[in-house]
């Protein structure tokens, strides 16, 4: 990692090392939700976003725009308690797939 937060790591060259249990402490799958630029891997915000809210069986890389996208939504959007749980869970989710 630099100063400016996790190095990106692109998918064909993840290893079981760099991808966190799925039981494991938020701020470790924070920062590796962040090893993907997901508006970039997905080719916008929409497309990012679409991954991310479609339920569907997903690509790796697609399942980690969508872990990417909800780590950005839940820095940026005011959950209640009932829907930062359902957020948290969900990636926890995403990284078991992983």
């Given at each position: 990692?630099?100063?400016?937060?996790?190095?990106?790591?692109?998918?064909?060259?993840?290893?079981?090392e760099?991808?966190?249990?799925?039981?494991?402490?938020?701020?470790?799958?924070?920062?590796?939700?962040?090893?993907?630029?997901?508006?970039?891997?997905?080719?916008?915000?929409?497309?990012?976003?679409e991954?991310?809210?479609?339920?569907?069986?997903?690509?790796?890389?697609?399942?980690?725009?969508?872990?990417?996208?909800?780590?950005?939504?839940?820095?940026?959007?005011?959950?209640?308690?009932?829907?930062?749980?359902?957020?948290?869970?969900?990636?926890?989710?995403?990284?078991?797939?992983?």
């Amino acid at each position: 990692m630099n100063g400016q937060g996790p190095t990106e790591i692109p998918s064909e060259k993840l290893t079981l090392e760099i991808i966190p249990q799925p039981d494991a402490d938020q701020s470790e799958i924070d920062r590796f939700a962040l090893t993907l630029n997901g508006y970039e891997a997905a080719g916008s915000f929409a497309a990012c976003a679409e991954i991310a809210q479609v339920k569907r069986e997903k690509t790796l890389t697609e399942l980690r725009i969508a872990l990417f996208f909800r780590q950005r939504a839940r820095r940026f959007v005011d959950f209640d308690d009932v829907a930062l749980q359902t957020e948290l869970d969900e990636e926890h989710e995403l990284v078991r797939q992983i």
